[in-house]
């Protein structure tokens, strides 16, 4: 069921649940990865202030607000197990209301990103498609354990760096960023492997098979360390080749940090998967900053 029996039918949302169901803690990850690629593109932003601001309200409360609202509604059964304290099964967002929201914001979405040329449309159409592809019937990618997360973290990291290096810079980011950006988002598989954690039992019992529930949280925690640490291993060797020495020190002193984090979660990573992600993926965000200093300037 959808909503939940023992509490009254609503018609219309309840405020404080419409604004947790586009869930403002997610909109960090890709406003930050648009601020990357601002930063890396060496474009100056002077004259360009609009295009700085609408960018990153389009990647995080737009693009990303509407990813949550979509997920939610297509996942409302899975939340009924898990979370029914959450706004679709509890019946704060009454009827079918997820599901129109989640629609209005995919048009919002598209309307703002025509505001930033070709390149930042298009981006936000794959945005939408990946949005709707990761959480909707019959694809519902979200169902793999493998492309469901690869999806995420290509939409929350790679597309919003290459969209801001390419908006600033009125054209295609050279290839050192591409390949800094793709990188950070195939290494960004391993958070949302961690993310997953919290759904274990509801994703178990509607046959979401995410890697917590495919591996077991022991085998999937290891998986999700190597597939962040890699990547950056990669850039480090990179930055070297491309000399930046010291902004390549930078990236090992926070892939370093993030070790010792990993060890402390391995210790129970079922219930520190959740700090981790609060504390891992802090210093994993910090290094995409310096990379992306590093990259001014090159190419």
Known sequence: MDVSPSLPVRRYPEPAAALRLIKPITWFPPMWAYVCGLVASGAAVAGQWHLVLLGILLAGPIVCGMSQAANDWCDRHVDAINEPDRPIPS?????????????????????????????????TVVGVLAAWAYSAEPVRLKRSGWWGPGLVGLS?????????????GAGA???????????????????????????LEGDRQTGVNSLPVTLGPRRAAQVACWVMAVPQAVVIALLILWDRP?????????????????TIMFRDPKARAPWYNGTGVLLYVSGMMVAAFALRGLG
């Open 246 to 262: 010291g902004h390549a020190a930078g990236v090992v002193l926070v892939l370093i940090l993030q070790f010792w984090a990993m």
């Open 91 to 123: 019946g704060r967002i009454p009827g079918r209301w997820g599901l129109w929201i989640a629609l209005a914001m995919s048009a919002l979405s598209l309307f703002v990103g025509w505001q930033l040329g070709p390149w930042g449309f298009a981006a």
């Open 156 to 168: 929350y990291e790679t597309l919003p760096w290459i969209t801001g290096a390419a908006v600033l």
């Open 173 to 199: 980011p050279s290839a050192e960023v591409l390949i800094v950006a793709l990188l950070y988002g195939l290494g960004a598989h391993g958070i949302m492997t961690l993310n997953d954690f919290k759904a």
